[in-house]
Structures are given as structure tokens and as C-alpha cells.
């Protein structure tokens, strides 16, 4: 399916990417691969045909900014109310930032209409 005839329903997940933090780019993308792969994860449990459909699809995946931990923790909420897997991503503090630090949140995989009801107004990173 090409771009232009991408479907409305079609499936995504995307990356709620903290820019407070001033991660380097290698550590923004391991970040939001921990997201990635811990929803793919969540979702097998909590909804496996639609990790299944996003699968099929393509995996999409869209990293989006949000500038501080309380605007993260607040689209959380708004993921969960809506039913929608989402995870937390805390750095384990090997490399560049404090043990414990929330980097992310991954939210979905779950229908593009339902995610952007939540992200819509986002920034890409």
C-alpha cells in the first residue's frame, strides 16, 4: 500500500520522546527501541490481534516530543483511559542520565484514529 492510499484504520505505535533531557541521538534511538519493543510485548498480551494486524502492516512507528516528564505522564493517562497499551521507558543509568530517569512512553500499537485522538496536536522529533 503506498502512502498516498494509506487507510484512516491502519495501526501505529508512536514514541513520546522527553526533549528536556537533551539525549544524544544514539541514546534517543535506543530510548524509543525500548519502547518499541515493550509495547510489541504488552500488546501480545493485552491485545494479540492487533499487535498482529500492526505486524502485518508494517510496524509503524512515529517519534513525537513532549518537553518534560509531567506532559509524558499526562498523555499516559489520557493512553490508559482510552484502553490503549502503552509502557513507561525508565534508563537503567549506564550512560548519559541519572538511574531511573523516564525517557519515554510508547503508546500502541492500536488503530491510527484512536492514537491520534491522543497525539494529534504532537510535534515529530
Known sequence: MSFLSASKDETKMVILMRTD???SKGKTAAQAAHAAVSCAFAAR????????RWLSEGQRKVVLK????????????????AGIVNC?????????????????LGIGPAPESAVDKITGELGML
Not at 66 to 81: C, G, H, I, S, W
Not at 88 to 104: F, H, K, L, Q, S
Open 21 to 23: 533531557l537533551k539525549l
Open 88 to 104: 513507561v521507558i525508565t534508563d537503567a543509568g549506564r550512560t548519559e542520565i541519572a538511574p531511573g530517569t523516564v525517557t519515554c
Open 45 to 52: 498480551k493485552k491485545d494479540p490481534k492487533g499487535l498482529d
Open 66 to 81: 513532549v518537553p518534560d516528564e509531567r506532559a509524558l505522564f499526562e498523555f499516559k493517562a489520557m493512553a490508559d483511559a
